[in-house]
């Protein structure tokens, strides 16, 4: 990583579930690697419903079952300068590729293809992660975010 900060945005529907999810399990993951100084990792939603609010109380007792550190954090709406800095931005379903249309415009997302990702594409698998918020599942949302966070973790250290 030659003193680039490589920028990775994660994105859910709300920012209070899925996403946060992702972020503190990937910063696990790249503090374990001893290479967290090379990587910038935040998370954001697609909605504005749960704008200001902390991580779900299921989804933070999930990170603490497993060990993953975490801190206090607000969610908030992706904006279009926060796509523009990010090296990936990675979704956690195809309704948050529907919802980024709109916030940051589909010239843009046409023009910035290689970017954009679905979680689960990164473990070799065409799904979504399912949203825990809905199902109550929380360790298969964080199975899945944990299995697509080391997939794209690999696949980036070769790069």
């Not at 497993?66 to 992706?78: C, G, L």
């Amino acid at each position: 990583m030659m003193g680039n900060i490589t920028q990775i945005l994660f994105v859910c529907h709300g920012n209070i579930c899925r996403s946060p999810m992702a972020e503190f399990v990937m910063k696990d993951l790249l503090q374990k690697a001893g290479c967290n100084d090379d990587f910038l990792v935040s998370s954001v939603a697609v909605s504005t419903e749960e704008i200001g609010n902390d991580i779900y109380p299921p989804a933070k007792k999930k990170l603490c079952e497993k060990n993953i550190p975490f801190a206090t954090r607000r969610a908030r709406q992706i904006s279009r300068e926060d796509f523009r800095a990010s090296d990936y931005v990675i979704l956690m379903d195809k309704s948050n590729y529907r919802l980024l249309r709109y916030i940051v415009g589909e010239d843009v997302l046409d023009r910035e293809v290689g970017k954009v990702s679905m979680l689960m594409e990164w473990a070799g698998e065409n799904r979504d992660v399912a949203d825990p918020w809905y199902t109550g599942d929380f360790e298969k949302a964080y199975q899945d975010i944990l299995k697509g966070c080391q997939a794209f973790l690999k696949k980036i250290m070769k790069e």
